[in-house]
């Protein structure tokens, strides 16, 4: 079975730009999660949507935004870019909760120049 | 809120040494979950454990082992009789109303 993919792998972006990076879960999972991972930090919780709905929001400003659609797939949004947004962002799927094993995709390398 | 704290930022050991790594977690949840994985080179993040708060049983699995004491809120994971491809970035993790890792735990086994 597929596991978690994600698109595209990597990304350069200027300051101010928008991006929109692409996750589909694996076949049966209905939750996907948002991560940003610095380089030599953990990854940082940023969405978890699920049945299309955003079911938790870590600490992070409103220039980032989420949704999913009814294929489960789901879309992570970021505008105007900072210098500090460049990072490994990570999705991952799961069958509901938070609580229930996380599944990652292998990331997209997001460069803000 | 929760928090999941990892003391060891780097730890080197030469094969076949056992190694621990240590997770301290924070929550005032009844029930919870934590989970370790694994990150190597390649970035992905590999799914190790998952173990609720009211399973205090120790886990084995091959070469890996995970020690749960809810008295003193820690989730410690040994690797016994180290490998070259046990080398990574290993990271514990908390659920919640966010999901919490911890800052991570480089391991390098030298041959």
């Known amino acids: 079975d597929a596991g978690v993919t994600q698109s595209p792998t990597h990304l350069i972006k200027t300051r101010g730009q928008q991006v929109t990076l692409r996750c589909s879960p694996i076949?049966?999972?209905?939750?996907v999660s948002w991560y940003q991972q610095v380089l030599g930090q953990g990854p940082q919780f940023i969405f978890q949507?699920?049945?299309?709905?955003?079911?938790g929001r870590g600490n992070f400003p409103d220039r980032f935004s989420a949704r999913q659609f009814p294929n489960y797939s789901s879309e992570l949004n970021v505008n105007a870019l900072l210098l500090g947004d460049s990072a490994l962002y990570l999705c991952?799927?799961?069958?509901?909760?938070?609580?229930?094993?996380?599944?990652f995709g292998p990331g997209t390398r997001l460069t803000v120049l | 809120a929760q928090k999941v704290t990892q003391a060891q930022t780097e730890i080197s050991v030469v094969e076949k040494e056992d190694v621990t790594l240590d997770c301290v977690y924070e929550?005032?949840?009844?029930?919870?979950?934590l989970f370790w994985y694994k990150q190597p080179p390649s970035g992905e993040l590999v799914f190790l454990i998952r173990?609720?708060?009211?399973?205090?049983q120790n886990e084995i699995s091959g070469r890996y082992s995970w020690n749960f004491q809810k008295s003193t809120s820690s989730f410690n994971f040994t690797i016994t009789a180290s490998q070259v491809v046990d080398s990574a970035v290993y990271f514990c993790?908390?659920?919640?109303?966010?999901?919490?890792f911890g800052t991570g735990t480089s391991l390098t086994v030298i041959p």
């Open positions: 991952a799927s799961s069958l509901g909760i938070l609580a229930d094993t996380q599944y």
């Open positions: 076949s049966g999972h209905k939750s």
């Open positions: 949507y699920y049945e299309k709905e955003e079911r």
């Open positions: 929550t005032r949840d009844t029930t919870y979950y």
């Open positions: 173990r609720n708060s009211f399973d205090e």
């Open positions: 993790a908390q659920d919640g109303n966010q999901f919490y």
